[in-house]
């Protein structure tokens, strides 16, 4: 494919919409190329949502398995009109509550966007972004747009255009580089068919927000059971996984540096996942990466994918986590760190 094409473009520029760098990307999506940009979770790789060409140009960049549905970006409640059959009450609370942001509806689909969309399920994924690029590139686009995570299938998810050049350059025609993404994790997947709704997938929006909004709300139960397939077909696919192997300690400090010196005994180069506050505990450690302060979790979120990737470059040939609580973005946080470690977890 022709060389990736890189717009730098600043969030808080005015009339962002009609600067050169979002006309141009908006040109390639209107053309049916497919373009990377920065939404307020983590990158996005976009591509026309009603055209089977663009969209299956992305499952191929991203080596994606075509059994696994994209999410649909918006820019207005129009297209969300076109996009699904209806938004019943409860879901204009949640869209009234968290749009423009991290949070993704499951509703019925309208089937206007295209099969591969939906891989041929009868609901479809939306969620409006609040990212300025991502809004302005959408509305210069007047398109809905399929847009995945823009990182290779199975890689962490990319909170830098960095991270996205490094797994998609000469696979994609453009990426607008605005800079860092905020949240770090990807949106809550919430499933408004079912009642009370279902979180399938949990992320930048907490489940105690979505309870004060809605009440009631359930957790998929194949998140957490192995009998039972998840909902959200993404969720069953090992993913965030560093080359080293990792494992999560939830008993800390003193159990990580035992393991650390058993490690290195056998020859073996160690990295450390850890944070600000215990970062000084493990002096033998050979890599140690801090991930945000436990005080403010959402640090935590914040920096969790680059760290990951990180660890890549640092040549580890195993990783030890500290844990974090389930509670609000924790339980994203949480999540993404034993997908990533594939359910290793160490007494
Ligand atoms: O924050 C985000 O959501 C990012 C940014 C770019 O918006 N996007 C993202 O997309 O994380 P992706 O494709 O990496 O994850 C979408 C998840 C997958 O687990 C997929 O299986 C699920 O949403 N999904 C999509 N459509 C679905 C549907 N109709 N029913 C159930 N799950 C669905
Ligand atoms: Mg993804």
């Given at each position: 494919m022709?060389?990736?094409?890189?717009?730098?473009?600043?969030p808080?520029a005015p009339?962002?919409?009609?600067?050169?760098q979002?006309?141009a990307?908006?040109e390639?999506?209107v053309?049916?190329?497919?373009?990377?940009f920065?939404?307020?979770?983590v990158y996005?790789?976009?591509?026309?949502?009603?055209?089977?060409?663009?969209v299956r140009?992305?499952?191929?960049?991203?080596?994606?398995p075509?059994?696994?549905?994209?999410?649909?970006?918006?820019?207005n409640?129009?297209?969300v009109r076109?996009?699904?059959?209806?938004?019943h009450?409860?879901?204009?609370?949640?869209?009234h509550?968290?749009?423009p942001?991290?949070?993704?509806?499951v509703?019925?689909?309208?089937?206007?966007?295209?099969?591969a969309?939906?891989?041929?399920?009868?609901?479809?994924?939306i969620?409006?972004?609040?990212?300025?690029?991502?809004?302005a590139?959408?509305?210069?686009?007047n398109l809905p747009?399929?847009?995945?995570?823009a990182?290779r299938?199975?890689?962490?998810?990319?909170?830098q255009?960095?991270h996205?050049?490094?797994?998609l350059?000469?696979?994609?025609?453009?990426?607008?580089?605005?800079g860092e993404?905020?949240?770090?994790?990807?949106s809550t997947?919430v499933?408004c068919?079912?009642?009370?709704?279902t979180?399938?997938?949990?992320?930048?929006?907490?489940k105690?927000q979505?309870?004060e909004v809605v009440?009631?709300?359930?957790?998929?139960?194949?998140?957490?059971r192995?009998?039972?397939?998840?909902?959200?077909?993404g969720m069953k696919?090992?993913?965030?996984?560093p080359?080293?192997?990792?494992?999560?300690?939830?008993?800390?400090?003193?159990?990580?540096?035992?393991?650390i010196?058993?490690?290195?005994?056998?020859?073996?180069?160690?990295?450390?996942?850890?944070?600000?506050e215990k970062q000084?505990?493990?002096?033998?450690?050979?890599?140690?990466?801090?991930c945000?302060r436990?005080?403010?979790?959402?640090?935590v979120?914040h920096?969790?994918?680059?760290?990951?990737?990180?660890?890549?470059?640092?040549?580890?040939?195993?990783?030890?986590?500290?844990?974090f609580?389930?509670?609000?973005?924790?339980?994203?946080?949480m999540?993404?760190?034993?997908?990533a470690?594939?359910?290793?977890?160490?007494d």
């Amino acid at each position: 494919m022709a060389e990736t094409q890189v717009w730098r473009v600043d969030p808080n520029a005015p009339d962002l919409e009609h600067t050169p760098q979002i006309q141009a990307a908006a040109e390639k999506l209107v053309q049916g190329e497919i373009v990377a940009f920065p939404t307020e979770t983590v990158y996005g790789l976009g591509g026309n949502a009603k055209l089977q060409d663009s969209v299956r140009k992305i499952y191929e960049a991203k080596g994606r398995p075509s059994d696994n549905p994209l999410i649909v970006h918006v820019a207005n409640l129009e297209q969300v009109r076109e996009i699904c059959t209806e938004i019943h009450p409860v879901a204009q609370k949640l869209i009234h509550a968290f749009w423009p942001g991290p949070l993704t509806l499951v509703l019925p689909s309208r089937g206007t966007v295209s099969n591969a969309v939906t891989a041929g399920l009868s609901t479809v994924a939306i969620r409006m972004p609040s990212h300025p690029v991502a809004r302005a590139v959408i509305s210069a686009s007047n398109l809905p747009i399929a847009a995945p995570s823009a990182n290779r299938s199975g890689r962490p998810s990319p909170t830098q255009a960095e991270h996205v050049f490094h797994d998609l350059d000469g696979r994609i025609a453009g990426i607008l580089d605005g800079g860092e993404t905020g949240v770090g994790v990807e949106s809550t997947v919430v499933d408004c068919t079912t009642t009370p709704i279902t979180i399938l997938r949990p992320g930048g929006i907490t489940k105690e927000q979505l309870i004060e909004v809605v009440g009631p709300v359930s957790d998929d139960p194949g998140l957490v059971r192995s009998d039972q397939a998840p909902k959200a077909p993404g969720m069953k696919y090992k993913h965030y996984a560093p080359s080293a192997t990792m494992y999560l300690v939830p008993a800390g400090e003193s159990r990580i540096r035992e393991l650390i010196s058993s490690e290195k005994a056998k020859g073996r180069r160690v990295g450390v996942l850890t944070t600000e506050e215990k970062q000084g505990g493990y002096p033998d450690a050979d890599v140690l990466l801090v991930c945000g302060r436990r005080s403010e979790p959402s640090t935590v979120a914040h920096h969790l994918f680059d760290v990951l990737r990180h660890f890549d470059q640092k040549k580890v040939d195993v990783i030890f986590s500290e844990t974090f609580d389930q509670k609000g973005i924790g339980k994203a946080v949480m999540n993404r760190l034993s997908k990533a470690a594939g359910g290793r977890i160490l007494d």
